[in-house]
């Protein structure tokens, strides 16, 4: 497998998008009494897994391996 730390960061940079994705299709509602409905879970979810796909992806861009010379 080649370059596993980049993949690995598209991965959970794809589990941030879903997550934004996620909370903007669930939307946000007041019910009838004032209680606030909404998926806030998602939120911070969404930008942990946007941290560490962005460390994760600089991760994987500086500890390549270097090219083998013959």
């Given at each position: 497998m080649?370059?596993?730390l980049i993949r690995v960061?598209?991965?959970l940079?794809?589990?941030a998008v879903v997550c934004a994705v996620a909370y903007r299709l669930i939307g946000v509602r007041v019910e009838a009494?004032?209680?606030l409905?909404?998926?806030f879970?998602?939120?911070p979810i969404g930008y942990l897994l946007g941290g560490a796909g962005i460390g994760t992806g600089i991760a994987?861009?500086?500890w390549r391996k270097p090219?083998?010379?013959r």
């Open positions: 080649k370059r596993p960061a598209l991965l940079l794809t589990g009494d004032g209680t409905r909404e998926a879970a998602l939120i994987g861009l500086l090219a083998k010379r």
